[in-house]
């Protein structure tokens, strides 16, 4: 057995706190903003059974794998993936998962930092009561006035990148163990509130109800999210749930590898990684069953992009009884779910510094937070005055760009990495040591999955959307 390594940053208290950590880190925009827009600008139902199974056969187990390949290194992904490639093959060329694993925390908080900062402005709108008994039109007219003002957005990015520094500045046990314990079971008791209250609401207009065929808003958005029509998969659609996947979970960048290497020795990786999975999972279908009933009832387009959570939730809190409160509640809720996931998103990069190049934990997280601070630019102007540049020939604005390189793309590119490496690289004997479940029916399967699975999965994905495919089996 190698000679067992030890994480300079300290670690975290119980196996609790790893996986408040971990669910922190995981549960955040990706669940409550992005997933209910992608779907919706998805189609719904093939969408969300397709991102489902992605969840299950290849997210699952790369968190196992990114998890298992932290802790054995325990150090910064990017020397962790260095020192196991020589341990194991002799080869250090697999540092560069880390490398990309950075550069996509850096571009990823670039925009997740605006968006939360969306999330932030919502908070004093919904204290002053300012959406009491709104309409469709105000919600929207709303929502646009903030995007378009690239000063405010501008600081309320500056805020919430100073809120992710201030709590990695602090370290480990201090900063994100705090942060997560109450916030997140909070988060998801409101999120069964608001369930209940979509479970209950009408049709706004008669025309709508009329059109219903008889079934109730909520009814309506349950067969939005789970019937499936095939007909209209494309390979776009498949490629945003594969992405959303790697999104949501948070893998295929050494977040979930960088907190690997925080964890004790002893901890099941198993055991905690699928009640992470779980959780993020539930989070995110129950914001999608609380979104669209309310997105039907009022006639809104389910495909209407990046505003859309901002858009409907208003409608919802200005007309529930106790709205303001709950309103309220609800937006700071999410930006601690924002808050706690930017900081795995900026983590590695942190630890890297510290490990690599000797600096404080406070001086490396600013100089991260400020070049991160100053990329976010690009995605504030792309809301406004550059809402019409669209580079490259592409039809997408600098924010598009950047989500769909870092979630569909290098996620998965990060990823695939990872399972070749924990499964075909690493011996089976370092694997299961690490795993520690023996070599039955688990570890099988977390093999197999890793193996096979995950890596021809995402390659087909990838395949099948620059066309190549079709003219491999066609
Ligand atoms: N999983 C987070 C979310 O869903 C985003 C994230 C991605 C965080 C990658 C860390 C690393 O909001």
Known sequence: MAERRHSIHGMWTSRLAFILAVTGSAVGLGNIWKFPYVAGDSGGGAFVLIYLACVALVGLPIMMSEVLLGRRGRRNPITTMRDLGDEEAGQRFWQIVGWSGVIAGFLILSFYSVIAGWTLAYVPRMVTGGFANISPEGSEAAFGALVGDWEKLLGWHTLFMAMTVLVVARGVEKGLEAAVRYLMPALFTLLLVMMGYAMTIDWGTEALEAASGGSSPFMAGLSYLFSPDWSKVTPGIVIAALGQAFFTLSIGMGAVMTYGAYLPQRTSITNTTVT???????????????????????????????????????????????????????????????????????????????????????????????????????????????????????????????????????????????????????????????????????????????????????????????????????
């Open 276 to 474: 992470v999975v779980l959780a993020d999972t539930a989070v995110a279908i129950v914001a999608g069953v609380i979104i669209f009933p309310i997105v039907f009832a009022n006639g809104l387009d389910a495909g209407s992009g990046p505003g859309l959570v901002f858009q409907t939730l208003p409608l919802a809190f200005g007309s529930m009884a106790g709205g303001t409160v709950f309103g309220t509640l609800f937006f700071i809720l999410l930006v601690f779910a924002a808050w706690t996931s930017s900081i795995g998103l900026i983590e590695p990069a942190v630890a890297w510094l510290v490990e690599k190049k000797n600096m404080t934990r406070g001086v490396a997280a600013w100089t991260v937070g400020g070049i991160i601070w100053i990329l976010g630019l690009a995605s504030i102007f792309s809301f406004n005055i550059l809402s019409g540049f669209q580079p490259f020939g592409w039809e997408k604005t600098i924010f598009d760009m950047l989500d769909y390189l870092t979630s569909n793309i290098m996620l998965p590119m990060g990823g695939l990495l990872i399972a070749v490496f924990a499964g075909w690289v690493m011996s089976r004997n370092s694997t299961s040591e690490e795993l520690a479940v023996g070599t039955g029916w688990i570890f099988q399967t977390w093999s197999f999955l890793t193996r096979y699975v995950a890596p021809l999965a995402v390659l087909a994905v990838f395949l099948n959307a620059t066309g190549l495919l079709d003219g491999i089996i066609g």
